[in-house]
């Protein structure tokens, strides 16, 4: 199966800074199929991207992804105080599909 | 609106089995997939598996095969994940989710089900 490694597991940042998470593939992702989500403490996850790039209906746009092959990210262009939450990634281009192990992203 | 109302808390003693349900409403049933995912306390998303439930098909992750088994009744338009001879690490929040064809990620939520294993 493909493992998916997210970097960092922890990431301590301030309203309005920029936040880069990392997704690597294990091997390549097939047509890239890598999406991502967004999970609140006792929510179940959200949806924010699918297709490395293409996001969600009602998504704001400073949430972008993009990547390629076993390389992915994803990017908070100015993090707002509702942004801070753990992120996963997920691949859909191989059964089975995995998960990530999240990214926290705290308020530093 | 698209929404997933799952079946609430269960608590099971190991080496029983439990069925969680899953009902949707706000779109056609049959014209996506069903997605099951699990979390314990303070872990990841765990994926389990998939349920078509114009076909009946599943495919489910190699950890869990032989003791789940995912099924629908496109008549209520409902999802079912009973998941077979419980141990104390299958305590976690069982989530279902609308599955996108052929891909499998999920654009909608149920709310979760907690299960809870313990003698």
């Known amino acids: 199966e493909i493992v998916l490694t997210q970097s960092p597991g922890t990431l301590s940042l301030s309203p309005g800074e920029r936040a880069t998470l990392s997704c690597r593939a294990s091997?390549?992702?097939?047509?890239?199929?890598l999406a991502w989500y967004q999970q609140k403490p006792g929510q179940p996850p959200r949806l924010l991207i699918s297709?490395?790039?293409s996001r969600a209906a009602g998504i704001p746009d400073r949430f972008s992804g993009s990547g390629f092959g076993t390389d992915f990210t994803l990017t908070i262009s100015r993090l707002e105080p509702e942004d801070f939450a753990v992120y996963y990634c997920?691949?859909?281009?191989?059964?089975?599909?995995?998960f990530g192990q999240g990214t926290k992203l705290e308020i530093k | 609106q698209v929404q997933l109302v799952q079946s609430g808390a269960e608590v099971k003693k190991p080496g029983a089995s439990v069925k969680v349900s899953c009902k949707a409403s706000?779109?056609?049933?049959?014209?996506?997939?069903i997605t099951w995912v699990r979390q314990a306390t303070g872990q990841g998303l765990e994926w389990m598996g998939w349920?078509?439930?114009?076909?009946?098909?599943?495919g489910y992750a190699p950890k869990f095969r032989g003791r789940v088994t995912m099924t629908g009744d496109a008549s209520i338009n409902t999802a079912y994940m009973e998941l077979s001879s419980l141990g104390s690490d299958d305590t976690a929040v069982y989530y279902c989710?609308?599955?996108?064809?052929?891909?499998?990620?999920?654009?909608?939520w149920g709310q979760g089900a907690l299960v809870t294993v313990s003698s």
């Open positions: 989710g609308r599955g996108i064809r052929n891909h499998l990620f999920s654009d909608y």
């Open positions: 706000g779109y056609t049933f049959s014209n996506y997939d």
């Open positions: 349920m078509n439930p114009n076909s009946g098909n599943t």
């Open positions: 091997e390549s992702v097939p047509n890239n199929y």
């Open positions: 297709g490395v790039s």
């Open positions: 997920q691949q859909y281009g191989r059964a089975p599909r995995t």
